[in-house]
């Protein structure tokens, strides 16, 4: 058995004993694709489900909990987020298949469980080749992309509340709607089940080469940026608002407006966290004077700003 880590200062010392490992003032610019953001008070990457579960059984109830994935539809404020902030690791990213259906664990990317799939000849997961991030934020989100969602694959998932009981989730449970799922905030999914259905091996690899290639055509892909920025509204595109507010190549400090792809905002090499969110919020502006329509985040912002907590942590 590996020994506790355990380091008895500030938060760490009120924190139980865990097999994963803590560390303290931990950078998050250089795991979310933005690159910018603070520091995590106590970053935490449990050993496996059961060490996690753990931790959240023995740790004190008032000390708050955020999770990260690999950081591609997040903005970390400048200031850090306090508390204990979760990284899941490579437990849970194993990928397995039976038949038409996947398992995959809540940190496997995207993109390998549906190369995955498609060497399994499991076609209907393809979508997911060109939606960035992991299962555990596709559960959290109802992601999609070229024409379906998580809500079309997902036949089950598994997660835990936070007293560290684990509990398995029924699509109904999951209460998917568009880039939502009704499971509380406050859960943290381990694990999904996608069901697919069989075909063509060369066909599926074919349908994940179209879908790259548009990509490339529409997204700006090799910049720093977090995603679509906002929800599409009803009816409305959020892109085609944004162009038609004029905000196509907008600038506020170091962000930027795609000139490619207006639903993106783009770090251009200096901007903080508070230059993306402040012209995010330039737009929303923006969209409602001229249309009318109140644009809502898609990109999940975490964290305090820099003159509240943690001002100046690298």
Same mark, same amino acid.
């Given at each position: 058995?590996?020994?506790?880590?355990?380091?008895?200062?500030?938060?760490?010392?009120?924190?139980?004993?865990?097999?994963?490992?803590?560390?303290?003032?931990?950078?998050?610019?250089?795991?979310?694709?933005?690159?910018?953001?603070?520091?995590?008070?106590?970053?935490?990457?449990?050993?496996?489900?059961?060490?996690?579960?753990?931790?959240?059984?023995?740790?004190?109830?008032?000390?708050?909990?955020?999770?990260?994935?690999?950081?591609?539809?997040?903005?970390?404020?400048?200031?850090?987020?306090?508390?204990?902030?979760?990284? %899941?690791?490579?437990?849970?990213? /194993?990928?397995?298949? @039976?038949? =038409?259906? +996947?398992?995959? #664990? !809540?940190? *496997? &990317? $995207?993109?390998?469980?549906?190369?995955?799939?498609?060497?399994?000849?499991?076609?209907?997961?393809?979508?997911?080749?060109?939606?960035?991030?992991?299962?555990?934020?596709? %559960?959290?989100?109802?992601?999609? /992309?070229?024409?379906? @969602?998580? =809500?079309? +694959?997902?036949? #089950? !998932?598994? *997660? &835990? $509340?936070?007293?560290?009981?684990?509990?398995?989730?029924?699509?109904?449970?999951?209460?998917?709607?568009?880039?939502?799922?009704?499971?509380?905030?406050?859960?943290?999914?381990?694990?999904?089940?996608?069901?697919?259905?069989?075909? @063509?091996?060369?066909?599926?690899?074919?349908?994940?080469?179209?879908?790259?290639?548009?990509?490339?055509?529409?997204?700006?892909?090799?910049?720093?940026?977090?995603?679509?920025?906002?929800?599409?509204?009803?009816?409305?595109?959020?892109?085609?608002?944004?162009?038609?507010?004029?905000?196509?190549?907008?600038?506020?400090?170091?962000?930027?407006?795609?000139?490619?792809?207006?639903?993106?905002?783009?770090?251009?090499?200096?901007?903080?966290?508070?230059?993306?969110?402040?012209?995010?919020?330039?737009?929303?502006?923006?969209?409602?004077?001229?249309?009318?329509?109140?644009?809502?985040?898609?990109?999940?912002?975490?964290?305090?700003?820099?003159?509240?907590?943690?001002?100046?942590?690298?």
């Amino acid at each position: 058995m590996m020994a506790a880590n355990r380091l008895d200062s500030g938060l760490l010392a009120h924190l139980p004993e865990v097999r994963g490992s803590y560390a303290e003032n931990m950078a998050l610019h250089r795991v979310t694709w933005f690159r910018v953001g603070g520091a995590a008070e106590v970053l935490y990457r449990p050993a496996d489900g059961a060490d996690l579960a753990a931790f959240f059984a023995a740790k004190p109830a008032d000390v708050p909990v955020t999770v990260v994935g690999v950081g591609s539809n997040l903005l970390v404020r400048d200031g850090g987020i306090e508390g204990v902030t979760i990284r %899941l690791g490579r437990a849970f990213a /194993a990928i397995t298949t @039976d038949g =038409a259906r +996947v398992e995959a #664990g !809540a940190m *496997a &990317l $995207d993109y390998t469980v549906a190369r995955t799939a498609g060497a399994a000849g499991i076609a209907g997961l393809e979508f997911l080749s060109g939606v960035p991030g992991t299962i555990g934020g596709n %559960l959290r989100m109802n992601a999609g /992309a070229f024409g379906s @969602d998580t =809500a079309t +694959v997902v036949s #089950g !998932a598994r *997660a &835990l $509340d936070p007293t560290g009981r684990e509990h398995d989730l029924s699509p109904a449970d999951l209460g998917f709607g568009y880039r939502h799922s009704a499971v509380p905030e406050d859960w943290i999914f381990t694990a999904a089940t996608l069901e697919g259905v069989p075909g @063509d091996k060369d066909a599926i690899a074919a349908r994940m080469v179209d879908i790259a290639a548009e990509r490339e055509a529409s997204q700006p892909l090799r910049v720093r940026t977090g995603g679509s920025t906002f929800r599409n509204p009803a009816g409305d595109s959020a892109w085609e608002l944004i162009d038609k507010a004029g905000c196509r190549g907008l600038k506020h400090g170091g962000a930027m407006v795609s000139e490619k792809h207006c639903n993106f905002l783009i770090n251009t090499g200096t901007a903080t966290a508070a230059d993306l969110e402040a012209l995010g919020e330039e737009v929303r502006c923006r969209v409602a004077e001229s249309t009318g329509v109140t644009l809502e985040w898609e990109i999940c912002r975490v964290g305090r700003h820099a003159r509240t907590f943690g001002e100046g942590a690298s």
